[in-house]
């Protein structure tokens, strides 16, 4: 059984910076892509970045452009969300999620297009 497993998050204030790791248990996502998912109370799991695995092709949510980054390790089972310039509506449970198949360009935007997903932990931005 697959499994990713996230570390990092916590407490910042504004303006702050965080970074999120999610580790695979095994390279099955070698070929496919993983991606970074939030969801604050009371609302839908929102898509934040993903990439894919043999291009190292990034894409991002508008909302996080130019603040939060996506990376990977060149052994392929970690990938990493940077996140700089925090706002208070930042304030979520970020979860990772990988997927075996590759993504096209600017696909793999919603939970439906990952077979796995992390535990979640909480990032909190205070103002």
């Known amino acids: 059984q697959v499994q990713l497993v996230q570390s990092g998050g916590g407490l910042v204030q504004a303006g702050g910076s965080l970074r999120l790791s999610c580790a695979a248990s095994?390279?099955?996502?070698?070929?496919?892509?993983m991606g970074w998912f939030r969801q604050a109370p009371g609302k839908e799991r929102e898509f934040v970045a993903r990439?894919?695995?043999?291009?190292?092709?990034?894409y991002y949510a508008d909302s996080v452009k130019g603040r939060f980054t996506i990376s990977r390790d060149n052994a392929q089972t970690t990938v990493y969300l940077q996140m700089n310039s925090l706002k208070p509506e930042d304030t979520a449970v970020y979860y990772c999620?990988?997927?075996?198949?590759?993504?096209?360009?600017?696909?793999?935007?919603?939970?439906?297009?990952?077979?796995?997903w992390g535990q979640g932990t909480q990032v909190t931005v205070s103002s």
């Open positions: 999620a990988a997927r075996v198949i590759d993504c096209a360009v600017y696909a793999c935007l919603l939970p439906g297009h990952y077979d796995y």
């Open positions: 990439i894919r695995w043999n291009r190292n092709d990034t």
């Open positions: 095994e390279r099955t996502f070698s070929s496919g892509a």
